[in-house]
């Protein structure tokens, strides 16, 4: 199967340039990636500050378009100018700041605010804003003001607003970054629930461990290159490889990973708390 | 909570004004605005405050809401009445002492320029007072939007100042959390004379205007990311349609001015 998002040796360079426009300076942001994302797949993208983690993201949406390299969203080549607007549908984007992603001051019109653009008729509107804000849990607040609204909720709306506009994909850049443990754990769930209902494709870029471990799929970006790729548990096996990219792994499995270090006979893979309580309690009773 | 500000002063209610399509209401506004000046006799102000009392009992908007819309130009108010009392010229003299002259034309005009104002404003806060920012600013754009074939962008104002009233609250938090951070850091806003006040704002200017920069290229971005690509080829989830309602009230609207029009000609007083 052709794959959903077909990434090959993308490089993305920022100029930087003086007051008359000659460029004074290159910084290459992204600098090779290869990344294939299956259709309906959950993947995560993880990297420390200036890793390239939102360059990537932008590049998706055609925000950003290559330097070098190829990108193709669901068949469509994002260089091309005319297919911006066909990518845009397909791929949305929910950005970091809850604020700075929320047009209107009224929750239903914000997110009703992507079909209209798209010319989606009225009453097809009014339906796609019920479901959607039924689908992240937010229906009752739909009169009320963003303002008013906790960031995680406002993330929440942000999301629906997205999902208005019936993507295949949606890419979110640190959505979580700005909240608070509940709100981040509120908008993971929903995130989670989309990709297993809706099987929207769903490109989580993070630096949070712990949100990556229902993913299917990690990549670990450093310096504009993707350094280690595979699924979380194999990700998080290679604790030490991780710290020289400045990441940390989860709690759990640093415990895990400290225990094993001492002597005592434990997976080093753990990504769950549940799973390292059910195998100590196993080695407390003899079982293993 | 210093986000609860609201721009404009919606008072929310539900009232078959509230109900009115808000072109209506603008319409209607102006109109009433344009009427004040068809009469100069007492009859005609005591048709339009008639009008105007009957309007906002419809509107079940309590009347100290629409008064409060004077205070601000109260002192704008006594400045023209006072000008206007002393500077008008007339025959039948009251008073006459020193420089100071006051005639019975000027007591009069005084009068009836200062009803005037008085309706102009409480009429213009009742249409604030019913009608939503946005729903405002949805009636705006659809009024003016034949002036977009002379090159005006309605759309892109339209939609400039709905994001306004969106980020007006958020920069005034921001702007309140910046003035606690600079206190805490030694800032003094409070002596000095008036240029070392204005000096000391710079350190608040400066932050507030860099990250009021950062919003508008997020949203930007975040705009481009939804489809926006300017007013065309774009549906709206709440289209002004007219209704009964609409069409009546401007009908009513049409008698009042016949009536003003009328009473300004043939009533005596
Ligand atoms: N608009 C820009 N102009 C010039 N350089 C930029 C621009 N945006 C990002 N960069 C640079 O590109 C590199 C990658 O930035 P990017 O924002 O993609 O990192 P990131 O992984 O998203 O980091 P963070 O975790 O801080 O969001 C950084 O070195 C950054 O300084
Ligand atoms: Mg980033």
Known sequence: MKPFINA???????????????????NRALDGIDIEVKAGGFIAVLGANGSGKSTFAK???????????????????????????????????????????IISNVVEEDVGFGPENMGVPTEEIWRRV?????????????????????????????????????PKCIVLDEPTAMLDPSGRKAVIKTVKELNKKENIT??????YMEEVTGADYVYVMSEGQVKMKGTPRQVFARSEELAKYRLMVPEVTKIALGLSKKG???????????????????IKSGVL | MIR???????????????????RVKVVC?????????????????IIAALFFWCITKLSKVPFKFIVRGIKPILFMLVFTALLNLFWTSGEHILIKYGVITITAEGVKRTIFMALRLVFLIIGSSLMTLATTPNQLTDAIEKLLRPLNKLKVPVHEVAMMMSIALRFIPILVEETDKIMKAQLARGADFESGNIFHRIKSMAPIIIPLFVSAARRATDLALAMD?????????RTKMKPLKYKKQDIIAYLIMLLYITVIIIAGKYLPF
Do not use: W
Not at chain 1, 202 to 207: D, E, N, Q, V
Not at chain 2, 225 to 233: D, K, L, S, V
């Open chain 1, 8 to 26: 090959k040796g993308l490089v993305h360079e920022y100029s930087r340039r003086d007051e008359e426009g000659n460029v004074t300076g290159i």
């Open chain 1, 59 to 101: 590049h998706l949406n055609a925000l950003l378009v290559p330097t070098e390299g190829t990108l193709y969203v669901d068949g469509m080549d994002t260089s091309e100018q005319k297919n911006n607007l066909p990518i845009r549908r397909t791929a949305g984007m929910v950005f970091q700041n809850p604020d700075n992603q």
């Open chain 1, 130 to 166: 019920e479901e959607s804000l039924k689908s992240v849990g937010m229906y009752e607040y739909r009169k009320d003001s963003p303002n008013h609204l906790s960031g995680g909720q406002k993330q929440r709306i942000a999301i629906a607003g997205i999902m208005a506009m019936k």
């Open chain 1, 202 to 207: 769903i490109i989580l870029i993070t630096h």
């Open chain 1, 264 to 282: 005592i006979n434990i997976p080093k893979d753990i990504l769950y708390p549940e799973e390292l309580t059910d195998i100590l309690l196993k």
């Open chain 2, 4 to 22: 609860d500000i609201t721009i404009g002063q919606y008072y929310a209610t539900e009232s078959i004004i509230h109900k009115l399509d808000p």
């Open chain 2, 29 to 45: 506004t102006f109109a009433y605005i344009i009427s004040l000046f068809c009469f100069n006799q007492l009859s005609g102000y």
């Open chain 2, 225 to 233: 990311a939804r489809c926006y690509n300017g007013g065309e080829g």
